[in-house]
T-cell receptor, first 116, second 111 residues
Framework: EPEVTQTPSHQVTQMGQEVILRCVPISNHLYFYWYRQILGQKVEFLVSFYNNEISEKSEIFDDQFSVERPDGSNFTLKIRSTKLEDSAMYFC??????????????FGEGSWLTVV | SQQGEEDPQALSIQEGENATMNCSYKTSINNLQWYRQNSGRGLVHLILIRSNEREKHSGRLRVTLDTSKKSSSLLITASRAADTASYFCATVRGGSEKLVFGKGTKLTVNP
C-alpha cells in the first residue's frame, strides 16, 4: 500500500534554531497537510496545501511556520526560531484528488521534534 | 465538549471480547474517519464514513454513524492483543479540509 514518508523520525534542536521537517506524500495525491501532537494531547491541524498554496491554516500556524513544495515530490514544514513548546510529534498527511476533498487522509509515521 | 470527543477514555478487555468506542461531535460534517495509533507511532487509517452513510464494515471493524445524534461508534469484534492502541475519531466539516480529532480511547486487550 502506498504510504506517506517523513524524515527525520526524530530531531533534537536547540531553542531558537530553525528546523525543516520533510515529507514525501503519496505520489498521485493533491492535498497535503501538517498536523502536530504534543505528548499526551490531541492531534491538532496546522495547515493544508493544495495547488501550490496554503488553502487553510490554524491559529497555531503563525509566522514562525512555513510550508513549501520545492519539487514534485517533497512537502516541507519549516519552523523558524523554535521554542520549547514546539516540542511535539509532527505528522504529514495527504489526500487523493479524485472527486475533490472528502477522501481518506493518510498519515506518515511522524517526526518527533524535541526542542531543548 | 469539543468536536470529535470519544468515550470511554480508556477501555480494558480480554482477548476475544468485543470493544465498542463512541465518538460525539457538535457541528455538521462531511465525513468521519477513525484512526488507530500505537504508542509513539503514526496514525493508521481504519475507516471513513460519509455523512450520507449509516454503517460500514472492514474486516473485524464496524462503524456506525448517526447524524441526528451527531455520534459514531467503532466496534472491534473478536479483539486481539495486537489491537491494543489508541483509537481516534476525526471529523471533516463541510467547507473545510481539516480533520478535527478527539482525545481518543486507549484500548488495552489483555491476552
Amino acid at each position: 500500500e502506498p504510504e506517506v514518508t517523513q524524515t527525520p523520525s526524530h530531531q533534537v534542536t536547540q531553542m531558537g534554531q530553525e528546523v525543516i521537517l520533510r515529507c514525501v506524500p503519496i505520489s498521485n495525491h493533491l492535498y497535503f497537510y501538517w498536523y502536530r501532537q504534543i505528548l499526551g494531547q490531541k492531534v491538532e491541524f496546522l495547515v493544508s496545501f493544495y495547488n501550490n498554496e496554503i488553502s487553510e491554516k490554524s491559529e497555531i500556524f503563525d509566522d514562525q511556520f512555513s510550508v513549501e513544495r520545492p519539487d514534485g515530490s517533497n512537502f516541507t514544514l519549516k519552523i523558524r526560531s523554535t521554542k520549547l513548546e514546539d516540542s511535539a510529534m509532527y505528522f504529514c498527511a495527504s489526500q487523493g484528488g479524485t472527486g475533490g476533498r472528502g477522501n481518506t487522509i493518510y498519515f506518515g509515521e511522524g517526526s518527533w521534534l524535541t526542542v531543548v | 465538549s469539543q468536536q470529535g470527543e470519544e468515550d470511554p477514555q480508556a477501555l480494558s478487555i480480554q482477548e476475544g471480547e468485543n470493544a465498542t468506542m463512541n465518538c460525539s461531535y457538535k457541528t455538521s460534517i462531511n465525513n468521519l474517519q477513525w484512526y488507530r495509533q500505537n504508542s509513539g507511532r503514526g496514525l493508521v487509517h481504519l475507516i471513513l464514513i460519509r455523512s450520507n452513510e449509516r454503517e460500514k464494515h472492514s474486516g473485524r471493524l464496524r462503524v456506525t454513524l448517526d447524524t441526528s445524534k451527531k455520534s459514531s461508534s467503532l466496534l472491534i469484534t473478536a479483539s486481539r492483543a495486537a489491537d491494543t492502541a489508541s483509537y481516534f475519531c476525526a471529523t471533516v466539516r463541510g467547507g473545510s479540509e481539516k480533520l478535527v480529532f478527539g482525545k481518543g480511547t486507549k484500548l488495552t486487550v489483555n491476552p
